[in-house]
């Protein structure tokens, strides 16, 4: 056991041993963990990141899809220590708080029309069960006709969260396979991904077979489905898959001509990602439920919420011994540093032009990801705004992936972080989200560390 006295004033390498001997890491292989040298983070200034050496990073994954105007913001920062002068947590349970009232407004004015309420909590994966739940016992208590409505349709390789009803709308075997047993089950549609399509079809002569073929689907189901999950226009964990343009606004079509709730799990697209505020905008779609959490702070901090109708809203009112109430709510649901944090987020988007200044960065990293194309082992590459998932394969002529044994993603991500480049696999898929603050400058460097690694790793073996 690492010896308690180090705690004091620890030393970088004191600091590992201390992760290595007590931590437990999230989707981490810890016989592998434990085993290599690891980075850890003390501090981060805009897009960088400065480990307990020194050393800086650039952070290319903005901290898990959440960093959104970079770190150690001075708005957030002081909005966040100007709210600790008052008071840190007070629970929305029996009681309101100032920041909590505040972004609710806030939210709603920024969300798609038509959503007006807010339930908060503190995770992607909380946000999706909120979600879940509600559509649920919205058909439940509308009339005896809907009672049948109680499952969910959702789309293969969905990632919806960790919690089990995420879980259960998700679709990545490998992640979610083994908890079947536990997991109510959904009727699934295929992912519409163009690359790998389902139907070995290919735009535009397929003319979206895809959403042909979810009609049928959702057409035989419809009597029995509270609702319809979907992350808007990119599936982000499966690999930034991207849906087809009009393919979001068809689900829309569809779930209004089979009545069914649209939710929109706009978790990881939300906050600007896509190029727009939410994805969902796009393509002009209102979800009747929309799930958002990590860009919501700009990344500061846990907050998540449930937006949903009026409609919805009032199915759910009622005497109190008719028992409607929604009864759910977590220990730190609209907690007022983490709303504190929100609301200055949320003004920066206007006081520093954010989406406006981003829309030259994505052409930008449009224009230097069509460098990587020509490399023999980039199959392909996927962007939607500031969601980039580059596909490496063995072979591109046939698209076969490399062997997951190859660690291809794992070892191409490392290579980058020698060159001071933190970046994520998602297997074979080398996934790129820097904060949306970043510099051109910054980007420009960001894409070369990518192509040296790929070029390093895949072509000198
Ligand atoms: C689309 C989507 N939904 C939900 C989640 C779960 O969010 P959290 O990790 O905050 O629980 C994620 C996380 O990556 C996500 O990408």
Not at 137 to 157: H, M, P, V
Not at 194 to 218: D, F, H, N, T, V
Not at 271 to 295: N, Q, W, Y
Not at 332 to 337: A, C, D, E, K, V
């Amino acid at each position: 056991m690492p010896d308690a006295r180090v705690k004091k004033h620890p030393t970088a390498k004191q600091i590992e041993k201390l992760d290595k001997h007590y931590l437990w890491h999230p989707f981490t292989q810890m016989q592998d963990w434990i085993k290599d040298p690891q980075i850890i983070i003390e501090s981060g200034k805009g897009s960088y990141l400065t480990d307990v050496r020194g050393k800086k990073y650039l952070d290319g994954v903005s901290s898990l899809w959440v960093t959104v105007h970079g770190h150690r913001k001075k708005e957030i920062d002081t909005a966040i220590a100007n709210q600790l002068g008052k008071i840190g947590h007070s629970t929305l349970l029996g009681l309101s708080n100032v920041p909590a009232a505040l972004l609710a407004e806030k939210l709603v004015r920024i969300a798609p029309t038509g959503l007006s309420r807010v339930f908060y909590s503190d995770s992607g994966s909380t946000a999706v069960e909120i979600a879940l739940k509600i559509a649920f016992q919205y058909w439940q208590q509308k009339d005896a006709k809907y009672r049948s409505k109680t499952d969910f349709i959702s789309l293969r390789e969905a990632y919806h969260g960790d919690t089990l009803g995420a879980v259960s709308v998700g679709g990545i075997d490998l992640f979610h396979q083994i908890y079947k047993p536990l997991l109510f089950s959904t009727t699934k549609i295929d992912s519409p991904h163009c690359y790998r399509c389902p139907l070995g079809k290919s735009l535009p002569g397929c003319r979206m077979a895809c959403a042909q073929k979810a009609e049928a689907i959702i057409k035989k189901h419809a009597a029995q489905t509270a609702a319809l999950i979907i992350e808007p226009l990119v599936q982000g964990a499966a690999g930034m898959l991207m849906q087809p343009h009009g393919y979001l606004k068809a689900i829309r079509r569809l779930c209004d001509k089979y009545d069914i709730l649209l939710i929109a799990d706009e978790v990881a697209t939300g906050f600007g990602r896509t190029g727009a505020l939410f994805a969902c905008e796009h393509e002009g779609v209102s979800p009747d439920i929309m799930a958002v959490a990590k860009g919501i702070t700009g990344g500061y901090l846990p907050l998540a919420a449930t937006l949903t109708t009026e409609e919805i809203y009032r199915g759910f009112l009622a005497e109190y011994r008719e028992f409607r109430t929604f009864f759910h709510g977590h220990t730190y649901t609209g907690n007022p540093l983490a709303c504190a944090a929100a609301i200055a987020n949320i003004d920066l988007f206007k006081k520093e032009k954010t989406l406006r200044k981003l829309g030259p960065k994505i052409a930008f990293l449009k224009k230097e990801l069509r460098g990587f194309a020509e490399r023999a082992h980039v199959g392909d590459i996927r962007q939607k705004g500031f969601m980039v998932g580059i596909e490496l394969v063995q072979d591109k002529t046939t698209k076969r992936p490399y062997p997951a044994e190859e660690k291809i993603g794992i070892r191409v991500v490392q290579e980058c972080r020698k060159h001071g480049l933190i970046i994520r696999p998602l297997g074979n898929v080398l996934v790129l989200m820097p904060p949306l603050s970043i510099s051109i400058r910054e980007l420009e460097r960001m894409v070369k560390i990518v192509r040296n690694g790929i070029t390093t790793v895949t072509e000198s073996q």
